[in-house]
């Protein structure tokens, strides 16, 4: 259920009118459906049953909306396209193309016109879940091909010499191959998935629908995996048994420049990442490297991500990073790329905090509106194309290079001591 008013708030958030949605010319308070009817303050939908959302659209014997073909074609028409824009992911369910394309077909037929645009649609929404399979399938090879490296470094320890120093020694280079990564998983996550995420059934919810709202996807978990990856492959990096003391100093400062550089770009998913990695216990705990260390800049970015004032100093450098993002002149000016697990916090927190039905069992608008005010900004920020040219050589290492559990970093230190 939850989709279907988020799709609404979606549209609101787009600059669509909702009271040239929903209300007629002489509404102004409330549309009855027996004792649940649409409630609005200031022209604003503010609750609402389905039953009544529905009434309001389909004809009955003594209500007639506008239903001369030629203006309510192009309406549907609209809203179908809006849907699979927006969630397209819902068209992986076969019951749900199948219902698409039988409804655009009675729309289409004798008008050659809606044809096109239907044809059009389709076709855009089907190059789009084929792209998804397609990059699903290639995260399969990499996370395949990351865990042979990890079996052969298990077995022969020093079967595999590179570390991300000998790949690469330009920390603004690494970043900008770390903003590749974060945007192209950033593009995959679909709107839905916020609420697939943590949604629990309302006691209020009678919907019996069989169109159910199952996860079809996994774009987001993919991306939290990602962050963890990248945290352990920092700590990974400094802890490796081959590392003398100031070997491992100099990886902790590349590590902190490439922090700052993802800073600058307005990179904070990999930042928090990066120190994450270098705040783990196995990398803390190495009080001689550290010593060797010229830790100002870090002591700064650690500042910016504190977590105090429910990271006060975080969202502050945030909403500079957009404020620059929406009056940018260039795509590099325009990268917004946020803490993600605190984004899912926030989301989960407004979802957590708000029924998705009021009392009277009406719809809870104003709830949905809010959240969708946030996954639209999320949409923005993830459609920002990365404009730094692909190293394909540094994106392979990131992506597969060898990472130890957090027990595994300990191990090494007992011939080679911190």
């Known amino acids: 259920m939850p989709q279907t008013p988020l799709l609404t708030g979606m549209l609101v958030s787009r600059g669509y009118n909702n009271k040239n949605l929903y209300q007629s010319p002489n509404q102004t308070k409330e549309e009855g459906y027996g004792n649940a009817g649409l409630c609005y303050r200031d022209n604003a939908l503010v609750s609402g ?30 809203l179908l396209q809006e849907w699979t824009e927006t969630f397209p992911y819902d068209y992986r369910d076969e019951r749900m193309m199948r219902s698409l394309k039988e409804l655009t077909q009675r729309m289409a037929s004798g008008d050659e016109l809606y044809r096109k645009v239907v044809h059009q649609m389709i076709q855009v929404l089907i190059r789009k879940l084929t792209t998804l399979s397609q990059y699903e399938e290639a995260l399969v090879k ?15 320890p020093q079967a595999i010499q590179r570390d991300m120093l000998s790949v690469c020694n330009d920390p603004f280079t690494v970043a900008q191959q770390l903003t590749h990564i974060e945007l192209e998983r950033l593009s995959y996550i679909g709107p839905e998935e916020f609420i697939q995420a943590f949604e629990k059934k309302d006691p209020l ?44 100093a100099r990886v902790m400062e ?44 870090f002591d700064i970015l650690e500042l910016q991500m504190d977590p105090s004032g429910n990271f006060y100093n975080y969202r502050t450098a945030f909403r500079g990073a957009t404020q620059r993002s929406r009056t940018a002149n260039s795509t590099r000016e ?70 130890f559990s957090e027990d595994s970093m300990y191990t090494p230190q007992k011939t080679s001591p911190p």
């Open 334 to 403: 325009k990268i917004v790329i946020p803490f993600f697990s605190l984004l899912i916090k926030d989301i989960y927190f407004l979802n957590e905090g708000c029924s998705n039905r009021m009392q009277n069992g009406h719809v809870n608008f104003e709830k949905f509106w809010e959240m969708a005010k946030q996954v639209s900004e999320f949409m923005v920020w993830k459609k920002v194309e990365c404009p730094f040219e692909k190293d394909r050589k540094i994106l392979q290492y990131l992506l597969t290079a060898p990472v």
């Open 142 to 156: 990499v996370n395949a091909t990351a865990t042979d490296r990890l079996t052969v470094l298990k077995a022969k």
């Open 254 to 297: 590349f590590f902190i420049d490439v922090a700052r550089e993802c800073f600058n770009i307005g990179n904070f998913n990999s930042l928090m990442a990066i120190i994450s990695g270098m705040n783990m216990s196995p990398v803390s705990r190495l009080k001689k490297t550290w010593s060797k260390v010229k830790t100002d800049k």
């Open 205 to 248: 919810d009678n919907d019996k629908s069989c169109f159910s709202d199952h996860k079809k996807t996994s774009n987001l978990e993919a991306y939290v995996e990602w962050f963890n990856r990248l945290s352990f492959m920092v700590a990974t990096e400094i802890c490796m048994p081959v590392k003398k003391k100031k070997q491992r």
């Open 49 to 78: 049953s389905l039953e009544a959302l529905i009434h309001h659209l389909v004809p009955s014997m003594d209500y007639y909306p506008d239903i001369r073909i030629r203006k309510l074609a192009p309406r549907i028409l609209q």
